[in-house]
T-cell receptor, first 112, second 113 residues
Framework: GNSVTQMEGPVTLSEEAFLTINCTYT??????LFWYVQYPGEGLQLLLK?????DKGSNKGFEATYRKETTSFHLEKGSVQVSDSAVYFC???????????FGKGTMLLVSP | DAGITQSPRHKVTETGTPVTLRCHQT?????MYWYRQDPGHGLRLIHY???????DKGEVSDGYSVSRSKTEDFLLTLESATSSQTSVYFC????????????FGSGTRLTVV
């Protein structure tokens, strides 16, 4: 079935540093891909998505490009802020079901 | 976005007791989901519903049951709580089956002692 693998965290950065969080997927066909973010003490929120190969999703300065050649959907941001400290989840639809399968999450810690 | 309210926010219960968690949404979304979040496992789907009285199992459904008698309410019941069910439980809702822009509640932290 469909699955995603994320890099393990925590990722620790200083403010204004460049961020990359790796996500690779295994899937039948070319499903939509998603990044969700979870701030401390809250539920997950949709951050961005890409619905087909070569699409780029973007939101709040974050970007991710759907690359079928490398089966990847890496999350990037040019300059992180302390307020970006959160757990980030890569996700894709579960094969044959109307549900999402999430990665294990990557914690990002940004210091001033 | 759907307003999702989970109750209770925190609960401590004893092994062997039944527990019911409630999820309430205010936007008439057809699909609702229950996930559990555990360190090292991320989010795992327990059960989901695709309409009133229509439910299906997720990856980790053993020991859990659900009910949806109204569009706005989705209940998760632990039949006989065990320590392995200590977790944070999240409810989510979505407009339709292909709408993966889920709206999540704030979670219920359940501790089974």
């Amino acid at each position: 079935g469909n699955s995603v693998t994320q890099m393990e965290g925590p990722v620790t950065l200083s403010e204004e540093a460049f961020l990359t969080i790796n996500c690779t997927y295994t899937a039948t066909g070319y499903p939509s891909l998603f990044w969700y973010v979870q701030y401390p003490g809250e539920g997950l929120q949709l951050l961005l998505k890409a619905t087909k190969a070569d699409d780029k999703g973007s939101n709040k300065g974050f970007e991710a490009t759907y690359r079928k050649e490398t089966t990847s959907f890496h999350l990037e941001k040019g300059s992180v802020q302390v307020s970006d400290s959160a757990v980030y989840f890569c996700a894709l639809p579960r094969s044959g079901y109307s549900t999402l399968t999430f990665g294990k999450g990557t914690m990002l810690l940004v210091s001033p | 976005d759907a307003g999702i309210t989970q109750s209770p926010r925190h609960k401590v219960t004893e092994t062997g007791t039944p527990v019911t968690l409630r999820c309430h949404q205010t936007e008439n979304h057809r699909y609702m989901y229950w996930y559990r979040q555990d360190p090292g496992h991320g989010l795992r789907l327990i059960h989901y519903s695709y309409g009133v009285k229509d439910t299906d199992k997720g990856e980790v459904s053993d020991g859990y049951s659900v009910s949806r008698s109204k569009t706005e309410d989705f209940l998760l019941t632990l039949e006989s709580a065990t320590s392995s069910q200590t977790s944070v439980y999240f409810c989510a809702a979505a407009l339709g089956g292909e709408d993966y822009g889920y709206t999540f509640g704030s979670g219920t932290r359940l501790t089974v002692v």
